[in-house]
């Protein structure tokens, strides 16, 4: 079986689409994610948004007619749930309780950086001067947007959450490289469901443990916000991911995402009134000059590692 049902080749347009719609997409579901911290705890969010992301892909498993994976990659996908779907999200979820929204997707979205170091070391992916640079660029744009704060004393609750989505990020980089070292062979949509449904059932068990028993508020808002995340953000755009992480290398995916934090500061200012200062503006200047490069200018391929 191909690896992909949707192979797209040479057509560098549709890919940059599709890239800046699911970063679109992530910057504004962290507004979401913030926002539902009002109507239920962190975990049963979650739970709830990938159980509806994990309903909606086997829907689409249906309708596209897509059979099972087999036996043997199961223990992949279950790895692969656990790294980008558990631990990313409870600990994001429990980390935006002490964190606004928009920094939040800073943290998370120095994954670019983890991914490029594991897929050179694990993946024998060569970073070539321009994507150094572009990456560079990049990450300096992030700690513009984070501040100076990380390196005096604050509060120690609020690094606490900081350093949660730290990890989060590490984790997600991890997830990325696991899937291009083991997945390859199934087609994005079994890697989108099957992760998620594997994900979703770890986010099940901590919201049951922790949270049971404490309150839950459905209102057409936090049903809104299940949906949109659940339905959008996460079978759409993680389904976008694995198409596009395919089709291009990892270096190059990543390092696009760094949008995402941009967008989220956006509107966390926008729908959460969060102060959108300066070094905001300045970073995000960084994080697209980071992208033109990497993207414009280009190298000739390196050869890649014998195997």
């Known amino acids: 079986m191909k690896s992909s049902i949707f192979s797209l080749g040479n057509k560098k347009g549709l890919l940059g689409f599709l890239i800046l719609s699911i970063t679109l997409i992530w910057g504004y579901a962290w507004a979401l994610m913030k926002a539902s911290l009002d109507f239920m705890g962190p975990f049963t969010f979650s739970a709830l948004r990938f159980g509806t992301g994990t309903l909606t892909m086997f829907i689409v498993l249906l309708l596209f007619k897509v059979g099972p994976p087999s036996k043997d990659q199961w223990r992949h996908l279950a790895i692969v749930g656990l790294l980008q779907t558990t631990v990313v ?18 943290l998370l979205y120095s994954m670019p950086l983890w991914s490029s170091l594991l897929a050179a070391r694990f993946l024998g992916e060569k ?95 936090s049903i809104y916000y299940v949906l949109f995340t659940g339905v959008l953000a996460s079978a759409l755009c993680f389904t976008l991911w694995f198409i596009i992480l395919t089709n291009i290398d990892m270096v190059t ?55």
């Open 89 to 106: 999200f409870l600990l994001v979820m429990y980390g935006l309780r002490f964190v606004d929204a928009g920094k939040s997707s800073v």
């Open 253 to 307: 995916a990543t390092l696009s995402t760094l949008l995402v934090p941009v967008f989220g500061m956006f509107f966390g200012a926008v729908l959460l009134n969060e102060q959108l200062t300066l070094n905001v503006l300045l970073g995000a200047a960084f994080i697209l000059s980071g992208i033109a490069v990497s993207q414009i200018f280009k190298e000739k391929p390196l050869p890649r590692n014998p195997q």
């Open 127 to 221: 970073i070539q001067k321009i994507k150094a640079a572009g990456l560079a660029l990049g990450m300096i744009g992030l700690i513009t947007i984070l501040g100076w704060d990380v390196l005096i004393a604050q509060n120690m609750t609020v690094l606490t959450g900081e350093a949660l989505i730290i990890i989060a990020a590490i984790s997600w980089g991890a997830s990325n490289v696991y899937y291009r070292k083991k997945l390859k062979n199934i087609t994005n949509l079994q890697v989108s469901a099957y992760q998620m449904l594997f994900g979703s059932i770890g986010l099940a068990l901590a919201a049951f443990i922790m949270e049971w028993g404490k309150p839950l508020r459905l209102t057409p808002e």
